[in-house]
């Protein structure tokens, strides 16, 4: 026992010892040599900078004025740089510059100063080289401020002190300070005995957010950067709406916010030596193209242009030159977060994972690539380092796999950086960021494209002279099939995915200053090519469009120098639908149509740059023609108007040019249509002279033909003007209508001029059986009307815009989210009150007054199941049952007929197509879109996955619905 106790006292001296001696030769470093940390503290966790001027380690340089170790203070010096009189009459130091981890918002200047008679200490504001901020931005800063702590939380983050020179290569998001002294008597001097400065880490809302499920929220439309819109129409063509000036910068994309918001990025940068303009990020009126707010990114150098929207609106950017990675909020602009990159050059574009997390690469030096996951907050989640497999190497944008599967692909270089084609495709883990696959693909640049199964496409890029592929790997690392074209300096420049499933690939055949290449569409099956389609108008190193749409058509935009440019639309063959041209006649730039971006409405938004002379946006809406006459039934000597409601406008926004109109006879006679008005949706109007019906003209019916010919379009459609409009070709749009010509006294049956009879109840609409609430976008509508109404026009809009008319029926299934009489549907359909509209025909085109229904979409969310489901069930019929059964294509049995027609109810089983208790294709299509819109399941394939086939979690749903 008394050798225990001494053996304890034994240890605990040595270790009061060794704590003794570790606390002599801490205390001898501590207080023999200060260290940095002593005087100057940086907290990046609360956005704090602090020096006490224990020494001068806090400062970048001084003029007759430096730190006072003895007093610690700042004061001027003397002639020999000491501290007595008589000191300078002027002097300053300047601040280390403080570069933030991250910053949303800059705070409070702070100073202690003691100021004798006739001295004065002030602070000037200065970025990370070393140049003032002008008074603009920060209110006497050229003077400098002599109150002893002030704000500078109005100066952008992103702004430099030079936005419009190149004197600099000061970077965003850095910050120093320049302090000044000043005496008129030599006798006494200033003295500051600290300097502190705040700013804001993070604000706004930092939760969680996937990716927004608006119609196109990434650079390439979604996470699998499949660059396919929302929009489901190939009939329609473009009318354009608006012009939005940006400026002379360099243009850029495109992203759909929520409500009537699009977003939109210059890059700025250098334009004409040694002029710099700023980037900007803007959020626009998507109606309107009006401004809603604007940020400033300022400097030197190009900002990049490629951003991403998450689901609660925040912005996430990363910008190469300027080294830092942006959060910033979408209703604003305001910033939320950044991340400052202290080493390397290059970083790509952002990703969202399904979690809220974020991603982003940089290439650092050449000789490693670091891929960064941020979490929504921005502090940082993982960092995965990644060695070449080569000399050098850079590595490409980020995709996201249904299943959260980070990919990127990589480009290789000797050391005169010249490809060497041993690019990887990297398959990382998004929990940790560790590696699960890589496959060789060679040199890529381009986003990695993933379908709806995780199959992964990238193409080769390089223009050397090496093997090039497409290759498809599978999710789990292993080979699907290559297209190759053997050893050759074509590459491939956009790749985008159709809804159908086929790849489309851009190749570009041949560099600047030639042109050239060809479209390939290639069956994703097997890598076969289904058909290529040549262009001669491409410079393969300008960024220009290429994207696909929910058609299986794709747009593109030409690039030729210095001639004339064009932004077109072709079908799913390949074949040219329409093309918006212009002269590249502004000066000797050419312009070009760099980016694009269709909305969920069919809306564009294109830019398009002229360089050095105008960068703009153009917009477009779905070109429509609702034409009519003044009378259906005229007599000869009969004077009667046409009118006509279009879309088009007037003029041509983006050139001023004049748009044309005209009705075309039966007879070949042509009337001149003219514009008279714009209504309240924006739509204009056009009139006729009044036509009178000659003596000539037979009886009966006639029809006549409404050609509309828009300067700088040209289509697929031929239309008949004497002198067509500029750059149309003499093409257009077309719509047809119809009056009949009776014969004084008789000719025509006595009703002919009658409106329709009302009927018993009079005329209405009935949605759903009278239910007030439906649960289901797609309803069931019923109408009351006479045997003498033979067409019904049916429109979600009071004014009819788009709408026509067709076949009277007596019930219809109709989408509360449609447009242009139900032929597109809106992909999001949110809860509320609609209005449905209907007009009803007789024969001889006399119509009823307008009849309307409301009714209530409502949903609400099954929390047992987090399922969003309908708030109004399906009431089965007698001989529905429970779904007990695994239903699979294939299985036929009267659960799959039960199936059938609860998804024809729900309105994803098409009405007309019988419930024949067969499992096939159609059966299966539909299911998926349910599943898809119960978010039970939206991609996926194989025994374990639900989508296409009912599994436990289907059944569960549908045995809710069906009660």
């Known amino acids: 026992m008394l050798g225990t106790t001494l053996e304890k006292k034994s240890i605990s001296f040595f270790i009061l010892l060794f704590l003794f001696w570790q606390t002599c030769v801490a205390g001898f470093f501590l207080f023999s040599v200060k260290p940095a940390s002593a005087t100057v503290v940086t907290n990046d966790t609360t956005g704090n900078y602090t020096d006490d001027f224990a020494d001068g380690t806090g400062l970048s340089s001084t003029s007759n004025a430096a730190v006072d170790v003895a007093s610690g203070t700042v004061k001027l010096t003397n002639g020999s740089s000491g501290f007595t009189a008589p000191f300078n009459t002027s002097g300053y130091v300047i601040i280390n510059k403080i570069?933030?981890?991250?910053?949303?918002?800059?705070?409070?200047?702070?100073?202690?100063?003691?100021?004798?008679?006739?001295?004065?200490?002030?602070?000037?504001?200065?970025?990370?080289?070393?140049?003032?901020?002008?008074?603009?931005?920060?209110?006497?800063?050229?003077?400098?401020?002599?109150?002893?702590?002030?704000?500078?939380?109005?100066?952008?983050?992103?702004?430099?002190?030079?936005?419009?020179?190149?004197?600099?290569?000061?970077?965003?998001?850095?910050?120093?300070?320049?302090?000044?002294?000043?005496?008129?008597?030599?006798?006494?001097?200033?003295?500051?005995?600290?300097?502190?400065?705040?700013?804001?880490?993070?604000?706004?809302?930092?939760?969680?957010?996937?990716?927004?499920?608006?119609?196109?929220?990434?650079?390439?439309?979604?996470?699998?950067a499949t660059a396919r819109g929302t929009y489901n129409s190939s009939g329609m063509y473009p009318a354009l709406r608006w012009k939005k000036t940006i400026g002379i910068d360099s243009g850029g994309p495109f992203v759909r916010g929520v409500g009537d918001t699009v977003y939109y990025k210059t890059s700025g940068g250098i334009v004409t030596w040694p002029t710099v303009n700023d980037g900007t990020l803007t959020s626009i009126n998507k109606n309107t193209g009006a401004t809603q707010w604007s940020r400033v990114f300022s400097g030197n150098a190009f900002t990049n242009?490629?951003?991403?929207?998450?689901?609660?609106?925040?912005?996430?950017?990363?910008?190469?030159?300027?080294?830092?990675?942006?959060?910033?909020?979408?209703?604003?602009?305001?910033?939320?977060?950044?991340?400052?990159?202290?080493?390397?050059?290059?970083?790509?574009?952002?990703?969202?994972?399904?979690?809220?997390?974020?991603?982003?690469?940089?290439?650092?030096?050449?000789?490693?690539?670091?891929?960064?996951?941020?979490?929504?907050?921005?502090?940082?989640?993982?960092?995965?380092?990644?060695?070449?497999?080569?000399?050098?190497?850079?590595?490409?944008?980020?995709?996201?796999?249904?299943?959260?599967?980070?990919?990127?692909?990589?480009?290789?270089?000797?050391?005169?950086?010249?490809?060497?084609?041993?690019?990887?495709?990297?398959?990382?883990?998004?929990?940790?960021?560790?590696?699960?696959?890589?496959?060789?693909?060679?040199?890529?640049?381009?986003?990695?494209?993933?379908?709806?199964?995780?199959?992964?496409?990238?193409?080769?890029?390089?223009?050397?002279?090496?093997?090039?592929?497409?290759?498809?790997?599978?999710?789990?690392?292993?080979?699907?099939?290559?297209?190759?074209?053997?050893?050759?300096?074509?590459?491939?420049?956009?790749?985008?995915?159709?809804?159908?499933?086929?790849?489309?690939?851009?190749?570009?055949?041949?560099?600047?200053?030639?042109?050239?290449?060809?479209?390939?569409?290639?069956?994703?099956?097997?890598?076969?090519?289904a058909w290529s389609k040549p262009f001669s108008d491409n410079n393969g190193i300008f960024t220009h469009v290429f994207m696909t749409n929910a058609s299986n058509g794709f747009y593109r935009s030409s690039v030729l120098i210095p001639a004339s440019a064009s932004f077109s639309f072709f079908d799913s063959s390949g074949n040219n639908k329409w093309n918006i041209v212009r002269d590249g006649g502004i000066g000797s730039n050419t312009i070009i149509y760099q980016y694009a971006m269709e909305d969920e409405d069919g809306n564009l938004y294109i830019n398009a740059n002229h360089a050095g002379i105008e960068d703009v946006i153009v917009n477009t809406v779905p070109w429509t023609l609702q034409a009519s006459t003044s009378t259906v039934a005229p007599i000869h000597g009969d004077a009667i108007l046409f009118s006509v409601t279009t879309s088009m406008l007037q003029t041509n926004p983006l050139t001023g040019d004049s748009n044309q109109m005209q009705a075309v006879m039966d007879n070949g006679t042509k009337v001149p249509l003219t514009y008279s008005s714009t209504n309240s949706s924006g739509n204009t109007v056009w009139s006729s002279a009044y036509y009178t019906i000659p003596g000539s003209m037979a009886y009966g019916r006639h029809a006549y033909t409404v050609e509309a010919n828009a300067a700088g379009l040209q289509t697929d459609v031929p239309v008949n003007f004497a002198s067509p409009a500029t750059n149309s070709s003499n093409t257009g749009l077309t719509t047809t209508g119809e009056f009949s010509v009776q014969a004084s006294g008789s000719g025509l049956p006595s009703g002919a001029y009658e409106l329709p009879k009302i009927p018993i109840g009079g005329f209405a609409i009935v949605v759903n059986h009278g239910e007030g609430v439906a649960a289901d976008r797609k309803v069931t509508l019923h109408f009351n009307a006479g045997a003498d109404v033979k067409k019904i026009a049916l429109s979600m809009s009071s004014d009819f815009v788009g709408a026509s008319q067709e076949p009277y029926t007596e019930s219809k299934l109709w989408d509360v989210c449609s447009i242009y009489s139900g032929a597109v549907v809106k992909p999001l359909c949110p809860d509320g009150n609609y209005t449905i509209y209907a007009k009803f025909y007789t024969a001889w085109g006399q119509t009823s007054p307008v009849v309307s229904k409301d009714i209530i979409l409502k949903t609400v969310v099954d929390k047992v199941h987090n399922k969003k489901v309908a708030s109004a069930t399906i009431h089965a019929p007698a001989q529905y049952g429970e779904f007990t059964r695994d239903l699979k294509y294939g299985s036929s049995n009267q659960q799959v007929m039960w199936l059938q027609n609860v998804l024809k109810n729900l309105g994803y089983f098409p009405v007309l197509v019988k419930s024949s208790g067969n499992f096939g294709a159609i059966t299966r299509q539909s299911l998926k879109k349910f599943q898809c819109a119960r978010k039970i399941a939206c991609t996926g394939a194989g025994l374990k996955s639900e989508y296409g086939q009912v599994g436990a979690k289907t059944r569960d749903i549908l045995n809710q619905v069906v009660q």
């Not at 100063?113 to 003032?132: F, K, N, W, Y």
């Not at 901020?133 to 704000?151: H, Q």
């Not at 560790?434 to 379908?451: E, R």
Request: hydrophobic residues 35%; glycine residues 8%.
């Open 99 to 224: 570069v933030p981890v991250s910053v949303a918002k800059w705070g409070t200047v702070t100073i202690t100063p003691t100021t004798p008679t006739g001295t004065t200490a002030g602070v000037q504001v200065i970025d990370e080289e070393g140049t003032l901020f002008s008074d603009s931005l920060v209110p006497g800063n050229s003077a400098g401020i002599t109150t002893s702590s002030f704000s500078i939380s109005d100066l952008s983050v992103t702004r430099t002190s030079t936005p419009n020179s190149n004197s600099s290569n000061a970077k965003f998001g850095r910050i120093a300070f320049k302090i000044l002294l000043t005496t008129s008597d030599t006798s006494v001097t200033p003295s500051v005995n600290s300097f502190a400065f705040s700013w804001t880490v993070s604000q706004g809302d930092l939760s969680a957010s996937p990716i927004a499920s608006t119609a196109w929220a990434a650079p390439r439309g979604n996470n699998q």
């Open 305 to 529: 242009t490629d951003f991403t929207l998450s689901a609660n609106g925040t912005i996430y950017h990363s910008d190469q030159f300027h080294d830092m990675f942006m959060a910033f909020d979408g209703t604003d602009g305001s910033l939320k977060w950044t991340y400052q990159f202290t080493s390397g050059h290059s970083n790509t574009e952002a990703s969202i994972g399904s979690d809220g997390t974020i991603y982003t690469i940089r290439t650092d030096d050449s000789t490693f690539v670091n891929v960064y996951a941020f979490n929504p907050d921005g502090s940082v989640k993982w960092i995965k380092t990644v060695v070449p497999n080569g000399s050098k190497f850079s590595g490409g944008p980020i995709s996201i796999g249904s299943d959260g599967t980070v990919y990127f692909v990589t480009q290789t270089y000797d050391n005169s950086f010249n490809n060497t084609n041993n690019g990887l495709l990297y398959a990382l883990n998004p929990t940790d960021g560790s590696t699960n696959f890589t496959y060789a693909t060679g040199d890529s640049s381009l986003y990695p494209v993933i379908d709806s199964s995780g199959v992964i496409y990238v193409a080769n890029t390089s223009l050397a002279s090496l093997p090039k592929s497409i290759t498809a790997v599978n999710s789990n690392g292993t080979l699907k099939w290559v297209y190759s074209l053997g050893t050759t300096t074509q590459s491939w420049s956009s790749l985008a995915l159709r809804l159908d499933g086929v790849l489309l690939a851009e190749r570009v055949t041949s560099t600047y200053p030639t042109t050239g290449g060809l479209v390939e569409a290639i069956n994703t099956s097997d890598g076969t090519l």
